[in-house]
């Protein structure tokens, strides 16, 4: 195989450019070269994907049996496009990571596969679309079902969706993961958002960087939804976290309206916390029949703290600041029970 992998230098686009490396195939990556160092091995190009003249430039390189675009995600629909009816005559198949979020249920509705998408047209601009009032749809969402809908146009039944929730894992550059092994460190009493049993789909970043190859390797189209079939109960999430810290730390299940009413905030200062019905009940069943494979979760975890431990830097990532309840307002919401 000869790929493409437009980012390839940090988290999944890393992940994907060593595993492939480690399959015998041929990996050129295009990036700007800001975010880290090009991986041994690979061919680089650098340039700027929403430059035509770059892109023209990048086609020189080809022909690639496949293109893995892990770089679109802050992008408008019309820049996608950009870049895939540049690259069109010199790719066979475009595998593109996008986000549960291009559905229009997301979060509040069970998903599928087949659940309806967003509307959004593959040349819209940065401003298209709307977040709504209870913070869904978002105007993330609409951008990101555009950008499928830019290399559908370029790339028809040779285009793949990986639709991913929460990715974790070593590298992580969000702060997700990174924030609960962080703060199991530090012990004392940690508000844990109830009920412990609730389960969590969140996904490994090396398993999506194998499927993601399965896929460019494969002939298979469509979109997939990449969640981890079994998830893991948030109670056994944080005990491992404990556990992998060496901490005495002692989790305090607190009430989903106890919470709401000290004002934190879900998804980011309690990460991977959210009480919409959908947001967990993402099916994968069609990615699992097509090779998905999920580690446990607390096989994650361990690594991910192995790879702090030794001093594991990810790329700065504004982000990551978002994440984590201030240690002083976790402390007046402990005193309040």
Same mark, same amino acid.
């Given at each position: 195989?000869?790929?493409?992998?437009?980012?390839?230098?940090?988290? @999944?686009? $890393?992940?994907?450019?060593?595993?492939?490396?480690?399959? *015998?195939?041929? &990996?050129?990556?295009?990036?700007?070269?800001?975010?880290?160092?090009? &991986?041994?091995?690979?061919?680089?190009?650098?340039?700027?994907?929403?430059?035509?003249?770059?892109?023209?430039?990048?086609?020189? #390189?080809?022909?690639?049996? =496949?293109?893995?675009?892990?770089?679109?995600?802050?992008?408008?629909?019309?820049?996608?496009?950009?870049?895939?009816?540049?690259?069109?005559?010199?790719?066979?198949?475009?595998? #593109?990571?996008?986000?549960?979020?291009?559905?229009?249920?997301?979060? #509040?509705?069970?998903?599928?596969?087949?659940?309806? @998408?967003?509307?959004?047209?593959?040349?819209?601009?940065?401003?298209?679309?709307?977040?709504?009032?209870?913070?869904?749809?978002?105007?993330?969402?609409?951008? $990101?079902?555009?950008?499928?809908?830019?290399?559908?146009?370029?790339?028809?039944? =040779? !285009? &793949?969706?990986?639709?991913?929730?929460?990715?974790? *894992?070593?590298?992580?550059?969000?702060?997700?993961?990174?924030?609960?092994?962080?703060?199991?460190?530090?012990?004392?009493?940690? &508000?844990?958002?109830?009920?412990?049993?609730?389960?969590?789909?969140?996904?490994?970043?090396?398993?999506? =960087?194998?499927?993601?190859?399965?896929?460019?390797?494969?002939?298979?189209?469509?979109?997939?939804?990449?969640?981890?079939?079994?998830?893991?109960?948030?109670?056994?999430?944080?005990?491992?976290?404990?556990?992998?810290?060496?901490?005495?730390?002692?989790?305090?299940?607190?009430?989903?309206?106890?919470?709401?009413?000290?004002?934190?905030?879900?998804?980011?200062?309690?990460?991977?916390?959210?009480?919409? !019905?959908?947001?967990?009940?993402?099916?994968?069943?069609?990615?699992?029949?097509?090779?998905?494979?999920?580690?446990?979760?607390?096989?994650?975890?361990?690594?991910?703290?192995?790879?702090?431990?030794?001093?594991?830097?990810?790329?700065?990532?504004?982000?990551?600041?978002?994440?984590?309840?201030?240690?002083? $307002?976790?402390? $007046?919401?402990? =005193?309040?029970?």
């Amino acid at each position: 195989m000869r790929i493409l992998v437009i980012g390839g230098t940090w988290f @999944l686009g $890393k992940s994907i450019t060593e595993r492939a490396l480690a399959r *015998g195939w041929s &990996v050129t990556t295009f990036n700007r070269g800001r975010s880290g160092p090009d &991986v041994v091995g690979v061919q680089p190009v650098h340039g700027d994907r929403t430059v035509r003249e770059d892109l023209d430039r990048l086609a020189q #390189h080809g022909p690639w049996d =496949a293109v893995i675009d892990t770089s679109s995600s802050d992008l408008a629909p019309r820049d996608v496009l950009l870049a895939t009816t540049a690259l069109q005559g010199t790719a066979q198949r475009w595998v #593109h990571i996008s986000t549960v979020s291009v559905y229009e249920g997301w979060p #509040h509705q069970p998903l599928t596969d087949a659940s309806p @998408l967003l509307e959004c047209p593959p040349d819209a601009d940065e401003t298209y679309g709307y977040t709504g009032a209870d913070g869904s749809p978002t105007t993330y969402g609409f951008q $990101k079902a555009g950008g499928e809908r830019a290399v559908t146009e370029a790339f028809g039944e =040779a !285009a &793949v969706f990986l639709r991913p929730g929460a990715i974790l *894992g070593p590298g992580e550059y969000v702060g997700r993961l990174p924030w609960w092994l962080n703060r199991a460190k530090r012990g004392g009493r940690i &508000v844990a958002p109830a009920p412990a049993e609730q389960r969590i789909q969140p996904v490994d970043v090396r398993d999506v =960087a194998e499927f993601a190859l399965d896929q460019a390797a494969s002939s298979t189209s469509g979109g997939y939804n990449v969640t981890h079939p079994e998830g893991i109960a948030f109670a056994d999430f944080l005990r491992e976290c404990l556990t992998v810290t060496d901490s005495t730390g002692t989790p305090v299940w607190i009430e989903p309206d106890v919470l709401t009413e000290q004002g934190v905030r879900q998804w980011t200062e309690l990460p991977l916390w959210r009480t919409h !019905a959908g947001v967990w009940s993402v099916d994968s069943g069609r990615a699992v029949a097509a090779g998905l494979r999920c580690r446990p979760l607390v096989e994650t975890i361990r690594d991910t703290w192995a790879w702090l431990a030794r001093d594991g830097r990810p790329v700065d990532h504004p982000r990551w600041a978002e994440h984590g309840i201030a240690p002083e $307002k976790e402390s $007046k919401i402990l =005193a309040s029970l």
